[in-house]
């Protein structure tokens, strides 16, 4: 029995979002769409969606077999590449879920490059801050601005590195001075991050190879870094932010770096990905793509001092 079959039917029917659009794309009547999803459900033993004339939605157990499918597609694709990468451009679908204003400001432009170049190349992004379970929500990849923990099923890459610095507008410098070292920043109010009850510390590094907090009075707390910005750019109070999102800032004068010759925090920026024996093209060309262009998005601090 080929357990493959009807596996590319389904999922491309979920992705057309219907038989007779999936019909068009694989050049078949609709009534063979059906008859070939009919037969892997009853092979299966599940109903894997409902459909009428007008209507398909998938089930429970359509969704989680959709997902699956995915991969095994992917494997599949990924090994024929192994052997025969002249075959031609990348194709298929990629599901990514990236951070919301790192995403939007530095990997969106990339995908959206990407899917300029390849036009057989089809994205699928989430935009959110919240952990996600890679496997379980079925993403290709994600991109995370963290320290990894070792895992058995994922495979990360280094893309990006993220520098932070203490920044503020020239107004509120004027009207409360200008820290002259890192103690003097307890006596200043400040702009911090923070999610669920919680709040980032400002951290800088140590001269033991780890970091520490800067004693911060928090005036204002934000859950969103742009916003951060627009606060300090205001004249609200500090702000720690990463160089990439102010450099613009720093450049027309709304934002001045605070004690710029202090060593910032650098935060490593991951594509992950779940391991495999193959990687698919179009998953490889996404991460080289993020690797090369990345770094150049995110600066490093002597551009960002140099604009200041």
Known sequence: MDRLAGIQEFVTVVDAGGFSAAADKLHLSRSAIGKTVARLEERLGVRLCHRTTRNFKLTGDGHAFYEHCVRVLAAVDAAENAVTPEKGEPSGRLRISVPVLFGRRCVAPVVFDLARQYPALRFDMSFTDRPVDLIEEGYDLVVRNAVLPDSAVLTARRIARQRM????????????????????????????????????????????????????RSRIVLDDLEAAADAAAGGLALAWLPCWLIRDRVQDGSLVRVLPDVEPLVFD???????????????RILIDALAERLP??????????SSG
Not at 296 to 305: A, H, S
């Open 165 to 216: 610095t203490i920044c503020a507008s020239p107004s509120y410098l004027a009207a409360r001075g200008t820290p002259a070292c890192m103690e003097d920043i307890a006596s200043h109010e400040a702009i911090v991050y923070g999610r669920d009850g919680t709040t980032r510390p400002w951290l800088f590094p140590d001269s033991k190879g780890g970091s520490y907090a800067a004693p911060t």
């Open 269 to 283: 920026t991951f594509a992950v990905w779940p391991k495999a024996p193959f990687m698919p093209a179009r998953l």
């Open 296 to 305: 150049g998005m995110t600066g490093t601090d002597r551009e960002i001092k």
